[in-house]
């Protein structure tokens, strides 16, 4: 059994057999490995001191146990556990782990840049194999590493939140100026229509007030045209008259 198949490689112990299908329950109580809580992690004392010499390598594996908890799994009903190894790294190891990053970056075709899960569990990967590496010759100091490396993924984890909190804000931002856009769309067509009812009542009182024009100026041009007539027709009757009166007039002078 490798150490989780998609990792990158991340030294690990021989697997251990725990118990077989046959083995009872407080059989298998007795035979898991018990963990005594390392000083600096959970479960620890953070104010007790440090161990003696002879301890340390014992301390140390607790301490690894509590960063990269054993695997466990079941094979042909018996009970495996695989740990993670507590030999110390050499130059040789830690070379091998920067071509193994470097192929493992390739293989799952990983981004050079910008956000990319994959090459950020890659290099997650990558750092707790130099916790691991680190811890065994100084376990405080895979300690202080183990603190950053939490630190590092709490801080990401609030960038993501507010980020995907930021996506969901200008979701909500663009549909409401989608649908503001699809109302104001149909106000401006009912705008449009208005004008258009508008337009055509303008249009048909232009055209009765043109009819009302053209039938006043024709009866106007009748009404002169019979002034005109009455008025040539009292001219000649005055005219007639006074030729009458003058007529009547002259006789009697003579």
């Known amino acids: 059994k490798q150490w989780y198949q998609r990792r990158v490689a991340i030294t690990a112990g021989n697997p251990k057999l725990v118990s077989r299908s046959t083995d009872t329950k407080a059989q298998r109580k007795q035979k898991s490995p018990q963990q005594s809580p390392a000083p600096g992690v959970p479960g620890g004392t953070r104010d007790s001191k440090l161990p003696p010499l002879d301890v340390k390598s014992q301390q140390a594996e607790d301490i690894l146990n509590s960063i990269l908890p054993p695997r466990e799994w079941t094979e042909s009903g018996q009970l495996w556990v695989q740990q993670v190894s ?102 401006i067509e009912e705008l449009e229509e208005e004008k258009k009812d508008l337009e055509r009542q303008v249009n048909e009182l232009k055209s009765k007030c043109d009819a009302i024009e053209k039938r006043e100026a024709e009866r106007r041009v009748v009404e002169e045209k019979k002034h005109a007539e009455e008025i040539q027709f009292l001219k000649r009757t005055n005219q007639q008259l006074k030729t009458q009166l003058e007529g009547i007039i002259q006789p009697s002078k003579k």
Do not use: H, W
């Not at 790294?89 to 070379?95: F, K």
């Not at 920067?98 to 075709?109: F, N, W």
């Not at 995907?164 to 804000?169: D, K, L, R, T």
């Open 86 to 187: 507590s030999t110390p790294a050499t130059r040789l190891d830690v070379i091998n782990l920067q071509e193994q990053l470097d192929i493992r970056l390739q293989q799952r075709q990983a981004r050079e840049t910008g956000i990319c899960p994959v090459r950020r569990e890659l290099y997650s990967q990558c750092f707790d194999e130099l916790i691991r590496q680190v811890t065994i010759s100084c376990a405080e100091r895979g300690l202080l590493l183990l603190r950053v490396r939490d630190e590092i993924r709490m801080t990401i984890a609030a960038y993501q939140t507010l980020y995907e909190s930021s996506v969901a804000f200008g979701m909500r931002k663009a549909l409401q100026a989608e649908q503001g856009k699809t109302d104001m769309q149909k106000k």
